[in-house]
């Protein structure tokens, strides 16, 4: 086995050797190289499947700008997408009803959460910047955006019979 190591560019390129004599006993070599790429853990990271199942559901060019300029509007460190629709507007030069529109999709298909007035968190499965361990830190956070969204949206039917 030969092992050659770029440190400039944190590759490794890896090759083995076989020798190997075929069925008719001609003899001969085979080499495999490998590339290993050491490093680079923090990059944006697509699930492209579930982004574009979650595209499905757009039906024009102009939504499908919005959701481009969130995307690439989203601060990698948190996933966050701070601005208002009324600031998404003015950035895009779409309608109102337009951007509005797809921010209602986005979040009934779970592809952003809201966290408060203006700014929403991207869902970690579909798009992240960063490591396993950053993804597991975000989906935790994501889930509980979600998670607190939906009790403001919908109290449940008991707590109103109990009086609390």
Excluded: C
């Amino acid at each position: 086995m030969y092992r050659q190591y770029d440190s400039n560019k944190n590759i490794a390129y890896i090759s083995r050797t076989k020798r190997y004599i075929d069925e008719d006993g001609n003899e001969g070599t085979q080499t495999e190289v490998y590339k290993k790429t050491y490093g680079g853990k923090h990059f944006w990271r697509v699930w492209l499947g579930d982004l574009l199942y979650t595209l499905g559901l757009i039906n024009n060019s102009k939504q499908l700008d919005v959701v481009f300029y969130v995307l690439d509007n989203t601060d990698p460190a948190n996933n966050l997408y701070i601005g208002t629709i009324r600031k998404t507007v003015e950035m895009t030069g779409i309608s109102y009803g337009t951007v509005a529109t797809i921010f209602k999709k986005m979040q009934e298909v779970d592809m952003i959460a809201k966290q408060s007035n203006g700014v929403y968190k991207v869902k970690p499965n579909l798009l992240m910047k960063g490591d396993d361990t950053k993804k597991q830190r975000l989906v935790i956070e994501y889930e509980k955006i979600r998670e607190e969204g939906q009790k403001h949206e919908k109290p449940n039917a008991g707590d109103a019979m109990d009086g609390n």
